[in-house]
């Protein structure tokens, strides 16, 4: 399985004592979407603050109710042609992206330039290998768990990139597009 990561905002009124806001979601929730938010795992840290916003926005979005739940996981570059001795998790990974793929594919869509496909060599392999290397964030809108959306994407010259994704969701009323895609 993917690394599933853990940012949280503190609860103020946790911290000091004070009885927790209740965990109901308001009545106008979106219970039949939910998005995973993608992070590669090897990024400059200068790039953690914007992902640690990112997931804040996601956060905030639950919290009103525009989406039920977002889930955090880490990723990789992601091997073309697998090895023996290939994790597990890497098959999720190539799972994961098969799907975005598919989604790409039966959108008109692309997933460059968010997803690369690049040579690395290795000092104790004597051949290259190719491997994808996913975007430094990703997100994933799923609703009643079809994929909607994948954000980084392009149509075209147009690249929608993960902030326009988040901003389509914080801008939708009545849930008949997820992401900027036609449910």
Same mark, same amino acid.
């Given at each position: =399985?993917?690394?599933?990561?853990?940012?949280?905002?503190?609860?103020?009124?946790?911290?000091?004592?004070?009885?927790?806001?209740?965990?109901?979601?308001?009545? %106008?929730? +979106?219970?039949?979407?939910?998005?995973?938010?993608?992070?590669?795992?090897?990024?400059? %840290?200068?790039?953690?603050?914007?992902?640690?916003?990112?997931?804040?926005?996601?956060?905030?979005?639950?919290?009103?109710?525009?989406?039920?739940?977002?889930?955090?996981?880490?990723?990789?570059?992601?091997?073309?042609?697998? !090895?023996?001795?290939?994790?597990?998790?890497?098959?999720? %990974?190539?799972?994961?992206?098969?799907?975005?793929?598919?989604?790409?594919?039966?959108?008109?869509?692309?997933?460059?330039?968010?997803? !690369?496909?690049?040579?690395?060599?290795?000092?104790?392999?004597?051949? +290259?290998?190719?491997?994808?290397?996913?975007? =430094?964030?990703?997100?994933?809108?799923?609703?009643?768990? !079809?994929?909607?959306?994948?954000?980084?994407?392009?149509?075209?010259?147009?690249?929608?990139?993960?902030?326009?994704?988040?901003?389509?969701?914080?801008?939708?009323?009545?849930?008949?597009?997820?992401?900027?895609?036609?449910?």
């Amino acid at each position: =399985m993917p690394t599933e990561v853990t940012m949280t905002k503190s609860n103020e009124n946790q911290s000091n004592g004070m009885e927790a806001e209740s965990d109901e979601q308001p009545e %106008y929730v +979106e219970t039949g979407t939910r998005v995973e938010f993608w992070i590669r795992e090897d990024t400059p %840290y200068c790039v953690h603050d914007v992902q640690e916003r990112t997931y804040e926005r996601l956060q905030c979005l639950q919290e009103a109710g525009r989406i039920a739940s977002v889930t955090s996981h880490l990723w990789n570059p992601i091997e073309t042609t697998p !090895k023996k001795t290939s994790q597990e998790h890497t098959a999720v %990974y190539r799972e994961r992206l098969s799907e975005f793929k598919a989604w790409a594919n039966e959108h008109s869509r692309s997933l460059t330039p968010g997803f !690369k496909t690049r040579p690395i060599s290795s000092l104790f392999a004597e051949e +290259e290998q190719e491997v994808i290397v996913p975007p =430094m964030l990703c997100l994933a809108v799923y609703k009643n768990d !079809k994929l909607r959306s994948v954000f980084p994407n392009a149509d075209g010259d147009c690249v929608h990139t993960v902030g326009d994704g988040l901003d389509r969701l914080e801008s939708e009323t009545d849930g008949s597009s997820i992401g900027g895609v036609t449910a």
